[in-house]
């Protein structure tokens, strides 16, 4: 397939959440049960978010949190089925992490079920030792004296 009509954007503002959410449907199985108005609070606390465009056709995306400098982490890449095998996936990670939001930082993350040897090609690596995970429910209450106001100044946790 001639890939040269391919265009890559980065500003998030040009991204059709519809056309995000039906490329997550068929191409995701790890966000079948996302909303448009989660991923629109998603994009939103992105930078950078990195889509592909066929014409007028969303057929890839991803997008990065970061610090800046010490660590950034890569979300939701996904190129739609009838695109993979072109490169297009690895210019997608490339494009994100030369990102000046990215390219500074000691180290980027990512979590990958299916993956690994995709993202090994590129230069990441298996990491044992340093990703734990809280699955923080939405209903999850707070308790009053774990509340940042009432924690006091001079208080560590460790």
């Known amino acids: 397939m001639d890939c040269s009509h391919i265009q890559f954007c980065t500003d998030k503002s040009k991204v059709d959440l519809h056309q995000l959410l039906s490329l997550y449907k068929l191409g995701a199985f790890w966000a079948q049960e996302r909303t448009l108005e989660d991923m629109e609070i998603a994009i939103a606390n992105s930078e950078p978010v990195v889509t592909i465009w066929d014409g007028d056709r969303l057929i890839g995306s991803a997008r990065a949190t970061s610090d800046g400098i010490y660590r950034a982490t890569i979300w939701d890449v996904v190129v739609h089925a009838d695109y993979r095998g072109l490169g297009l996936g690895t210019k997608l990670v490339e494009t ?25 090609r590129i230069g990441f690596e298996d990491n044992q030792t340093t990703t734990m995970v809280l699955y923080n429910s939405r209903d999850r209450l707070v308790s009053p004296d774990l509340h940042p106001s009432s924690v006091e100044a001079n208080s560590i946790v460790g």
Do not use: G
Request: glycine fraction near 0%; proline fraction near 4%.
């Open 96 to 120: 994100i992490i030369s990102h000046p939001c990215v390219n500074r930082v000691e180290r980027v993350y990512l979590m990958t079920t299916h993956q690994q040897s995709f993202y090994n």
